[in-house]
């Protein structure tokens, strides 16, 4: 566990985090890199509106065996991070680099390692000094190179056996986060700035018990926990992708409030560590025209997403749905009679109210996934903007 010497580092961590009293609330969008080529209109840097952000997460890297770390798309990766031009990339004009193009805002980039699809080499890199040792290097190496503000290590998940998880992977992903956090240290000495270190987390309780959750939440400046994939087409019946509150039916602990007070009150970490998140996507049912219903799994053929749809291609088609709320949960859905399918989603109302909850908890602030999920053709991101109004009138 981090013990600080004086007030005045705490308070420098604090400042640093844009988390300190009277301060704005967080509003942090996971940017999805690899996602870029499939859209390029959409995701250019230019279109990111860095105002409403304090923090992008660039998402994502990812750990080798040997420790080292990669991007998903190095080509990508220097162009969008970098602005270098590439005879191989559908478009020309970045607009600038994200990082520049952030900087001038004052929004800060931090990288994001890992991902769900990225997270097995984590237990044996964790598990040796000398990798846990490469890991720090390359992370220090990545922000001298591009410029980011910090590191976010996204774990997914510690002891999660599908991603060769070990049960030793508890007590390892704390040495690991140390060894970053005194690496980002001595680079801060050196440069003089202050670099970010978070973690994205769980929602589930049951991922918990192979985390240290008071070491590593001391050791990083906040958490980012991931409210969203609650509930999903892989279950037997339709249930909220990002609930509020508890859902009727189902784990009624898989909601925003839930996870709160599992990290919150159940393992005493701090409220203004803790973001919590919105989905800018949602989860569709085919043959399923209620909440808590029988279904026969996400819909291919009017959004062809399986894994979830933006909010911006859900919104292209609001005229065919009916929306309802769930007084429980506080979550909306639609629901599609003609076409046999509902969809459960955030909106602008529930991300309201999300955004209301943290203020009424003095929580950290709120994580969007994906950023730009909520960017209509005519520009306007009516999510993100309903997050940011709602917390800067706090």
Known sequence: MVKFRNWAVVLLITLASGQVMGQKKAVIGYYQSWQWQKSPALLTPRHIPYDKLTVINYSFFYPLESGEIVGMDPVADRWLLQGEKDSSLPVSDPGGSLIALAKRHGTRVVLSIGGWDNSSNFPQVAADPRKRATFAHWCVKHIRQYGFDGIDVDWE??????????SQDRE????????????LQALGKRTGEQYLLSISLPAAASHLVDLEVQKISAISDYINIMTWDLFGPWGKISNHNSA???PSQGDSARSLDGAFKLYHDAHGVPA?????????YGHSYTQCNKIYGEHQGADTSLFREQDGISYAQIAEKLDLFERFQDPKAQAPYLVSDSLKMLISLDDEESVALKADYIIQNKAGGLLVWPLLGDRLPDGKTPLLDAIYNRLSRK
């Open 157 to 166: 998940f510690p002891g999660y056996v599908r991603h060769k998880g070990t």
């Open 244 to 246: 509020l509150y508890g």
């Open 172 to 183: 390892n992903f704390t040495f690991l986060l140390q060894t970053v956090r005194d690496s």
């Open 272 to 280: 203004e560590k803790i973001n919590l998140g919105a989905a800018l």
